[in-house]
């Protein structure tokens, strides 16, 4: 701040990680490693001078200081004398993975490999993941910030290929925390298996889906994905900014029925998104997004908040030490409703019923988008009846929020990678059950 500048921040982070994959019954890969470094902002006017080194010494952390401020134009301002931080946590530790021998994790996942090959002769590939991270940040600001964080997160996946008479079909489940490895044991794990193997085996039996508008009930968990692609994303205030967000001037307005709430939980024990400050020291909180139907909030980061005249979220993250911070969605969801899931069902004819997501395409500036059905069925009769593959969900987020007529009260909350500006961090999607009044599906029948 010597050199002048309106703001200066100083972000260190310390980084263990351990990832396991089996494939074919074997244990592929095993890669581990230990990282850290630290980065530098400058903000001085419209400009901001970022660099970073590998490397916490505070001699080239001086060296760095000094290069990115010789371009600074604006008064220098005083320098404030930072106070002690202390430490926080976004979550609980029972059992520390880094306490826990290789050779144990690796069981953990032959168990999966062979629970999951058990369910039946047409699985055919069984591919089985487990992840751990231990990130310890600490956060320095001239608007007098002096913060800190301990993440430690656990993941386990089984992805399992089901073939039957030249038809192919995939299922996938995750158990994922921000916390230890009390998530895991053989119980949790088997579990986790059968449930991927018996969803690719009943996605075999699917037949082509059908075409055209119907009512769409989206299941919980996995389905939260379409908030987060279809309108979490716009809600991020660089794009509010920017004006590239269907939501941009829309704070106070209805966008849903009066029986839809929405939020961004950055502080939720356990869940894959929290934390106890985000990456400029803001500490996590529980914004809420869509009360009663209204749009009440956008998320927000140091350099965003203040262009809009706007409050921190605790939203500013980024990939680590070598990436500038986004506003970015932590733990997103649709709050739960009075309605039971059997009633849902019962209640709706005829339609779709979504329990999953996967992949899909969204214009965070239109709200359209285009996702994937992982996995389907046909309602029928108020019941949930066959299974259907190759469905697409077609529509547009202000939409679809509008179409929302019922909210189940099963809310669960999924773990995920979220990408934008080439950085990835983790985030939590979620919902409880919902019915959409009507969508376009794009299915593969004739």
């Not at 994790?105 to 089985?128: F, I, N, P, W, Y």
């Not at 656990?154 to 925390?177: K, N, P, S, Y």
């Not at 059968?194 to 508008?213: D, H, I, S, W, Y």
């Not at 939501?247 to 502080?267: C, K, N, S, T």
Request: hydrophobic share 35%.
């Amino acid at each position: 701040m010597r050199g002048g500048g309106d703001l200066a921040e100083v972000f260190v982070e310390q980084r263990h990680s351990l990832s396991m994959r089996l494939e074919d019954g074997r244990i592929e890969s095993v890669v581990s490693g230990d990282d850290l470094g630290s980065s530098i902002r400058l903000i001085a006017g419209p400009s901001t001078a970022f660099g970073y080194v590998d490397s916490a010494e505070e001699s080239s952390m001086i060296q760095l200081a000094q290069d990115l401020s010789r371009g600074a134009k604006t008064t220098s301002k005083d320098i404030l004398v930072l106070s002690p931080s202390r430490v926080t946590k976004g979550g609980d530790v029972l059992i520390d993975p880094q306490e826990v021998d290789a050779a144990a994790k690796a069981r953990l996942l032959h168990v999966a490999d062979e629970t999951a090959r058990s369910v039946g002769s047409e699985v055919k590939q069984v591919t089985v993941a487990y992840g751990e991270t231990r990130q310890l940040v600490w956060v320095a600001c001239s608007e007098g910030i002096l913060a800190s964080d301990d993440r430690t997160r656990v993941m386990f996946a089984t992805t399992v290929l089901a073939e039957r008479g030249g038809v192919i079909q995939t299922g996938h489940d995750t158990l994922a925390h921000h916390g230890g490895l009390e998530l895991l044991d053989e119980d949790s794990v088997s579990h986790l298996a059968t449930t991927a193997a018996q969803r690719a085996l009943t996605l075999l039996g699917g037949e082509p889906a059908p075409t055209g508008r119907m009512p769409v009930v989206l299941g919980n968990g996995f389905g939260g994905v379409l908030f987060h692609e279809a309108c979490g994303h716009g809600l991020e205030a660089d794009y509010v900014l920017k004006k590239s967000s269907v939501w941009e001037g829309m704070i106070g307005q209805r966008v849903a029925g009066p029986h839809l709430f929405a939020y961004d939980d950055g502080v939720s024990p356990g869940m894959w998104g929290s934390g106890g400050c985000d990456d400029e020291g803001t500490p996590c909180r529980r914004t809420p997004l869509i009360e009663a139907g209204v749009l009440t909030g956008y998320l927000t980061d140091r350099v965003r908040a203040k262009a809009l005249g706007m409050e921190l979220t605790g939203n500013g993250r980024r990939e680590d030490y070598r990436s500038l911070p986004y506003p970015r969605m932590t733990n997103t969801y649709f709050g739960p409703g009075d309605a039971r899931v059997d009633e849902l069902i019962a209640d709706t004819s005829k339609g779709l019923y979504a329990k999953s997501l996967s992949g899909g395409e969204v214009n965070p500036t239109t709200g359209d988008f285009v996702f994937a059905v992982e996995e389907g069925y046909l309602i029928e009769g108020g019941s949930i009846g066959r299974p259907v593959r190759g469905a697409t969900l077609i529509g547009n987020g202000p939409e679809v929020l509008k179409a929302i007529d019922s909210v189940a009260d099963d809310l669960d909350v999924k773990a995920g990678m979220c990408g934008k500006e080439g950085q990835r961090v983790p985030v939590g999607s979620g919902q409880p059950t919902v019915r959409i009044r009507e969508l376009t599906i794009g299915g593969t029948s004739v």
